[in-house]
């Protein structure tokens, strides 16, 4: 005789609520940020003049090796020299930021200014974010997360209504993750003769 029990008519277990699943990608996105804080710890802060070998070391290892993906070798040749190179007044204004281990290693850096990567500053409303990068050994892991939040989030403290971005074809899906929506291509003035194709990227705050 074929035995039945109770458990053999039950539905299926469902997930525990205690633990639900992110309800779009920005949420996945916290939520990665958060296990990765637990795996390899940091805390963002602002940058200073010192830090600047370290960052340049960073951008250096960050676009040299990411860039790639996106760009031919003869447009990364001529623009490279232009990107590696920290300028004093960004480490100098208090809303540029690093991640940094416990340790003192830098793993990523990024920020905002009132002006405008094209030089000038518009309305007091609008910022600009400002150099984004993340060493490649630590991308996907939550990083470059911290660090956007802690930019809009120092943005709005100030005032700031709608934050612009001049992203690298390669950065335009994190941006695009995070709220950003794409207005159209730029072509990036790095020096006299010396274009990036970029993307004009903006969210409102």
């Known amino acids: 005789m074929l035995e039945c029990y109770d458990h053999d008519f039950r539905e299926p277990e469902r997930p525990d609520s205690s633990c639900p699943l992110p309800s779009s990608l920005s949420e996945a996105l916290a939520m990665s940020a958060q296990e990765i804080r637990k795996s390899v710890p940091f805390t963002v802060r602002a940058a200073m003049p010192a830090d600047t070998a370290e960052i340049d070391t960073l951008f250096?290892?960050?676009?040299?090796?990411?860039?790639?993906?996106?760009?031919?070798?003869?447009?990364?040749?001529?623009?490279?020299?232009?990107?590696?190179?920290?300028?004093?007044?960004?480490?100098?204004?208090?809303?540029?930021?690093?991640?940094?281990?416990?340790?003192?290693?830098?793993?990523?850096?990024?920020?905002?200014?009132?002006?405008?990567?094209?030089?000038?500053?518009?309305?007091?409303?609008?910022?600009?974010?400002?150099?984004?990068?993340?060493?490649?050994?630590?991308?996907?892991?939550?990083?470059?997360?911290?660090?956007?939040?802690?930019?809009?989030?120092?943005?709005?403290?100030?005032?700031?209504?709608?934050?612009?971005?001049?992203?690298?074809?390669t950065a335009q899906a994190f941006y695009a993750a995070h709220g950003f929506t794409a207005s159209g291509d730029v072509d990036l003035a790095l020096r006299p003769g010396v274009y990036l194709p970029a993307v004009q990227m903006a969210l409102d705050l």
């Open 60 to 169: 250096r290892a960050s676009y040299g090796q990411l860039l790639k993906q996106d760009y031919p070798a003869e447009i990364l040749d001529a623009a490279l020299p232009a990107l590696l190179q920290t300028a004093p007044r960004l480490l100098n204004c208090g809303t540029f930021f690093v991640a940094e281990t416990g340790g003192g290693e830098i793993l990523g850096a990024g920020g905002w200014t009132q002006a405008s990567p094209f030089g000038g500053v518009g309305p007091r409303e609008i910022g600009h974010m400002r150099r984004v990068a993340v060493h490649p050994d630590y991308v996907r892991r939550g990083i470059g997360s911290a660090l956007i939040d802690h930019i809009l989030d120092n943005a709005r403290l100030t005032g700031v209504k709608r934050i612009c971005s001049l992203s690298t074809l």
